[in-house]
Each structure stands twice: as structure tokens, then as C-alpha cells.
């Protein structure tokens, strides 16, 4: 596994600074974490062998620094923070993807930026509404250790979930490992409670890049309809449904993921 | 000292099975499953002649408080019940205290200036303004407003009130959180510059901070006890010694649930059951809805996840009535028992402001006016000039609750 360099990238004219964790080598790549953070996983190190990957931490959620969050309000804030980014980090031209909250982060930095994103990666992203599938955030803020495990995954005997979802050893360092879990979660629902149906749809025509929308087939925290809605929405987009899969497509369908992920940014 | 009557109103029939077949007694109790529409409309008007029971039983005050969206207790506007009870004891001295209209959960927050004025207006200078930042999931689930926010909405609610109530000409607030062209509320509070100001609070120390800085009254209002409060409250009078207050008794108000009865066998017989309802069933309350993420802030969530300073809620299903009452988390007995025991509180906690409980949990009607009539005759003459021989000032109760005064004006 890579371990990845830090950099910290001042945004939003100085009042924010974004750390960015950074690793491999090719062409950039922007990867925009979900509600539960940041977190360097075997689907990240497989796109890290072809591309130079970039993960930033979204603002209050990176080691020892709770307090960034301040420096966001709300959408229209962070869109423009992740803006300032792309220009921090001197991508011109950049592959950009999002999962959960981060895809609609990621929908959100295309649709206004959209000449930028070269191609363009949804997995399991929120951000759009229907009537018949209604989801908020207390989908994923008003849930017990047990109902988070029941609602994100297939199969939470799986070994990437097991690794994942397990506290550290030790009384402190798994109630420390609560705090900035429960934290993160806090921070990225700032900008989008109570529900994350802030505006995309009108914006969503923006986006020019070929995209690529993945979906877990059994995803119970965010109802799979939404593939076909962000695949009706977007103007030149393909849908791919993952068969035994919940809303964490990177840690239960890793190997399928980054077979269809690369041949979609290969090509 | 003065004593006040708290209550919480809440539903005092829930099935016995109730909390092993839904999640929560908050949020997303479904109304129609468990409740008896008339029974509330019934509930409604006996917690009115509870409280003006008490304000004939020789209780200082009467509170009332807010709460969304559950069994617990529902005075979703403790507004209208402040307004009937203002009206109910005219000409009496009874302090209204209203524990209190939540700020943040209104947009704008000037609903409370104003409203606060016209029962400052209507209870002819018998207010006290009651600041409660609010219960984290009421904020974020039932009003639907980001966890996040909810600190510096309280914050600048708090300023923008003020201002409100202070300004003498109309002004502009460009705040944050609100923005308002015109500022100008009609009425202004009889009570100049403003009504007193008390803050419920979870010995949170920010909020402590806040009310020492402002200079006002804290209440602690915990669901734990004053035994397992004292560090907690020994915290806030250092605190106070820090920032240069003095140990005014009645910087500080306590919440105490009481039931008074011939022997301490017979509270047991009488109150033990509706303890045992009140904090097994009333707080049926999963802990992440109680703080919803983001609610707290960093070091204040670290602090609580590290060092875990009060029980889950769930641990409270493994007690029973004589564990509450033993840890105080109630304080039941003989009239004698209650008072040593009341006494010991106020002593150790420093507490200006008591306020008791009457009616908790499924406590009928008949045994909480009872209870209210024998806490007033039999107990609160015993406690009443606690302090008086430290010779304090309480700056924090109503201006205008002299009749003679008001007579005089």
C-alpha cells in the first residue's frame, strides 16, 4: 500500500486551507471522499498505479485541524473552496470523482467548472430528489453503530468492511476514532442538512465530461433509482450497476470497480 | 431562596410494553399509534391547574419549557401555557418563567423579544426570561436546521433579542444568521432594560462562560441527580471565581423531581412507578438523537466520548426506583426526608433557585395536586431562608413581582 504525502493548499483567499493527501504518478486525479472521510483504501492505491491521486479532506475533517470546518457555511462555500483547489494544485485539466458526498461535491465542482474536468466518476453520489425515494441526512446522522453497518453494506463480513468499520484497539483510541468519525460526519452534513437536494438538478446540464455513474445494486442508504436519475440528468453519461454491493462500492466491490472505473478513464 | 414549580407535561399513558416496540419516545413516535387525543387535551389543562395549584400553594414561580416532537413532554410553545398562567395568577407575585421559548427553533428570533414582552406586558412585570440554547435534535430534526449551526444561531439570537429589547430607535441587524431591514418590536417589556435572564443548561462550559460573561442565572438542569452534580457545579462556581463573580446562591437554579408522601414506605408505593416511567420510558431516547452530529463541538464531544461523564440513557433502564431515589436523580419521601434531603442539595450545590418537579412521569393528576399541596405546606416553609442569612440579593427575579409595587406604579 502507498502512503501518501500531505499538502496543504490555502483556499478561499487565505480565510481556509484544504490538506490534500497526495500518492502515485500519471495523470492527476481528484478524488472527493464521502460522509464518513477520508480514508486510503485498496480502490485508491489500484487508481494510484496510473494516475496521480489527490485526496483532499474535506474542510474540518483532517487530523488536528476540527476547527476548518469554520471556514465553510455552506454549498456555495465549499464549491468555490474545491475551485480555489483545482487552481492550488495547478490542475488545468483534471479525471474527477466523488462518492456519497462526494459525488455530489464532485457534480457540483463539474457542473460549475465544467471545462476542467476531463472525465468524470459518480459513485453512489447524492444530491438529486424524487418524491418516491426519499433519503435526508438523518439516513446517516440518526443511526446506532449497528443500523450504520445494516444500512451501508451487503455484506458486513466482508474483510475490506471488517478493516474498515473495526475501532482501534484500546479504550481512547476507539473513542477517539468515534469523535472523528461522528465529527466528520457533522462537517459534511453542515453544507447540505437537512436534505442534500440543494439545487443540482438545475445545475447539472453544466457538465460536459463523459461520466461514469457506479451504483450498488443492494445499496439501502441511498436508494439505487438515483443511477438512472443521474444517468437521465447528465448529458453524456453511462450507468453501471454492481451486483452484491451496498452504498461502498470501494470497499465491497473493489476489484469490479476499478476493472470499470479504469477502462471507463482509459479510454 | 425562592422555588419554583417546573414542569414538563408530558404523556402520561404510554403502554407498558412501549418501549420495547419503538425505537425512540422522541421524533419518531408515531402520535396516532400510542396517544389519546382527548387524554392530551386533558393533560394540557391539568399541568395548568398543577402549576396554578402551586401558585396558590406558596411556589415562587411557575416554569415552562419547550420541547418537539415526542412523549416526553410536549409544550411545543411554552408561550400560550406562560400566557394562560400570566393571566391565571394576576394579582398575585408569582414569577412567570418560561425555560423557555427556544430561540433558534424560530426564524426570526424576535418572536421571543416580542413574545417575552407581551408576557412581561400581560403578567404586568412578572417575567423571567428563560435562554435555552435547545435540544440538539430538536434543532436538527425536528426544525431541520444544521447541528453545526446551532451555537452561534443561539448566540446571535441572544444578541439580536437583546438589542430588540434595549434599542430606542429602529435599527438594522445584518447578522450571520439573520438579516432584518427593521427593528423596532412592539410591545417593549414592562421590566427595564429587560426581563432577567436564566439559562437551563447541561453543565456544558460554554454555556457557563456565557452566562457568567452576561451576568446571569444558570440553571443546571440534569437528569442525573445532585450527587453526581457536584463536581459539575463545583466547575461552574470556579468558574465564576475566575471571571470574577461572586458566589451569589442565586447564580445558580437546580432542577429537582419531588414526591412527598406520610412515610418514605408510602413514596415508594406512590411516586416509584411514575419515576421508573419517567426514566425508562420518557427518555427512550437513542444518544444520536439526542446530539446529532455536529451538535457538540470538538473538544466538548471528546470530552464526552473519552470520559463518558454521564451514563448512556440506556443504563438508566437497569435502575430502578430505589436507585433514583437513593442518587437523588429523584427525591422522595416523609415531608422530613424530602426536606433534609433538599436542604443537603441546596447546601452542597449552592442553589438560589430551586425548582421541583411535581409531576413526573405517569403521575395522575390527583396525586400531583396532592403532592404540590404538601410540598408547599409541609416542605418549602423549612427551606425558604436558606440564604438569608448571607444576606444576598437576588438580581435575578422579576422587578415588578411586589403587588404592593406594582399597586404603587
Known amino acids: 500500500m502507498k502512503k501518501p504525502r500531505k499538502k496543504v493548499v490555502p483556499v478561499l483567499g487565505g480565510a481556509l486551507e484544504i490538506t490534500v493527501n497526495i500518492a502515485g504518478k500519471g495523470k492527476p486525479l481528484l478524488y472527493l471522499h464521502s460522509a464518513g472521510g477520508y480514508y486510503w483504501d485498496d480502490f485508491l492505491d489500484g487508481l494510484a498505479d496510473h494516475y496521480k491521486v489527490y485526496v483532499p479532506h474535506f474542510p474540518g475533517t483532517a487530523p488536528g485541524k476540527p476547527n476548518e470546518i469554520d471556514g465553510v457555511d455552506n454549498l456555495w462555500d465549499t464549491v468555490t473552496a474545491y475551485d480555489d483547489l483545482l487552481d492550488g494544485l495547478g490542475l488545468k485539466k483534471v479525471r474527477l470523482m466523488g462518492h456519497s458526498f462526494g459525488g455530489l461535491l464532485a457534480a457540483e465542482l463539474a457542473a460549475h467548472r465544467p471545462k476542467a474536468i476531463e472525465k468524470l466518476v459518480l459513485i453512489s453520489p447524492i444530491g438529486l430528489w424524487r418524491e418516491d425515494a426519499p433519503y435526508t441526512v438523518a439516513n446517516w446522522c440518526a443511526l446506532d453503530d449497528k443500523e450504520i453497518m445494516d444500512a451501508l453494506f451487503y455484506d458486513k463480513t466482508h474483510p475490506f468492511v471488517v478493516k474498515r468499520m473495526t475501532p482501534p484497539a484500546g479504550k481512547d483510541a476507539a473513542a477517539l476514532w468515534q469523535v472523528h468519525f461522528i465529527w466528520t460526519l457533522g462537517c459534511t452534513a453542515k453544507v447540505i442538512w437537512p436534505i442534500p437536494d440543494k439545487g443540482l438538478r438545475k445545475r447539472i446540464h453544466r457538465i460536459t465530461a463523459p461520466t461514469l455513474v457506479v451504483w450498488g445494486e443492494n445499496d439501502k442508504l441511498i436508494p439505487p433509482v438515483y443511477a438512472q436519475e443521474f444517468g437521465k440528468a447528465l448529458a453524456n453519461a453511462e450507468v453501471v450497476m454492481l451486483p452484491q454491493c451496498g452504498h461502498e462500492p470501494p470497499l465491497e466491490q473493489c476489484a469490479m470497480l476499478t476493472k470499470r472505473v479504469g477502462d471507463f478513464l482509459a479510454a | 431562596m425562592k422555588i419554583a414549580c417546573f414542569h414538563l407535561m408530558p404523556y402520561r399513558d404510554l403502554p407498558a410494553d412501549f418501549e420495547k416496540k419503538y425505537k425512540s419516545a422522541w421524533f419518531t413516535l408515531p402520535f396516532d399509534q400510542v396517544a389519546d387525543r382527548f387524554k392530551v387535551s386533558q393533560y394540557y389543562n391539568q399541568t395548568l391547574d398543577e402549576l396554578i395549584h402551586a401558585a396558590n400553594s406558596g411556589f415562587d414561580g411557575v416554569c415552562t419549557n419547550e420541547h418537539h416532537q415526542n412523549a416526553y413532554g410536549f409544550m411545543v410553545n411554552p408561550n400560550m401555557m406562560g400566557a394562560v398562567l400570566a ?33 412581561d406586558s400581560i403578567s404586568e412585570g412578572r417575567l423571567v426570561a428563560g435562554f435555552p440554547v435547545g435540544l440538539g435534535g430538536d434543532f436538527a430534526y425536528s426544525y431541520g436546521m444544521a447541528p453545526m449551526e446551532q451555537r452561534g444561531r443561539y448566540v446571535e439570537a441572544h444578541d439580536l433579542i437583546k438589542k430588540a429589547w434595549i434599542a430606542n430607535d429602529t435599527f438594522v441587524w445584518n447578522g450571520k444568521y439573520y438579516q432584518l431591514p427593521m427593528v423596532n418590536i412592539w410591545p417593549k417589556p414592562v421590566q427595564r432594560p429587560h426581563p432577567p435572564i436564566w439559562v437551563p443548561g447541561n453543565a456544558s462550559p460554554s454555556t457557563w462562560d456565557f452566562v457568567l460573561k452576561h451576568d446571569y442565572s444558570y440553571c443546571f438542569l440534569t437528569y442525573f441527580g445532585a450527587k453526581g452534580a457536584e463536581h459539575m457545579v463545583n466547575g461552574y462556581w470556579q468558574r465564576a471565581e475566575e471571571l470574577g463573580r461572586d458566589r451569589n446562591p442565586y447564580r445558580m437554579g437546580f432542577l429537582v423531581p419531588v414526591g412527598v408522601s406520610d412515610t418514605d414506605e408510602k413514596a415508594a408505593a406512590e411516586y416509584g412507578a411514575a419515576a421508573e416511567y419517567f426514566f425508562h420510558k420518557g427518555l427512550h431516547l437513542p444518544e444520536q438523537f439526542l446530539a446529532p452530529p455536529g451538535h457538540m463541538t470538538h473538544s466538548s464531544l471528546t470530552h464526552l466520548l473519552t470520559k463518558r461523564p454521564f451514563p448512556p440513557f440506556e443504563e438508566l433502564k437497569k435502575l430502578h426506583y430505589p436507585d433514583f431515589n437513593a442518587r437523588d436523580f429523584v427525591v422522595c419521601g416523609s415531608a422530613k426526608t424530602v426536606t433534609e434531603r433538599l436542604l443537603h442539595i441546596i447546601k452542597t450545590l449552592r442553589v438560589g433557585h430551586l425548582m421541583i418537579l411535581p409531576q413526573f412521569g405517569s403521575l395522575s393528576h390527583e396525586r400531583t395536586m396532592a403532592n404540590i399541596e404538601r410540598i408547599g405546606k409541609e416542605v418549602l416553609p423549612h427551606l425558604r431562608d436558606m440564604w438569608d442569612n448571607e444576606g444576598w440579593d437576588d438580581h435575578w427575579w422579576p422587578k415588578h413581582t411586589s403587588v404592593q409595587k406594582r399597586a404603587a406604579a
Open chain 2, 87 to 119: 393571566r391565571a395568577t394576576r394579582g398575585k407575585d408569582t414569577a412567570i418563567i418560561q425555560m423557555g421559548e427556544t430561540a433558534v427553533f424560530l426564524n426570526p428570533p424576535i418572536r421571543v423579544a416580542e413574545e417575552y414582552a407581551m408576557l
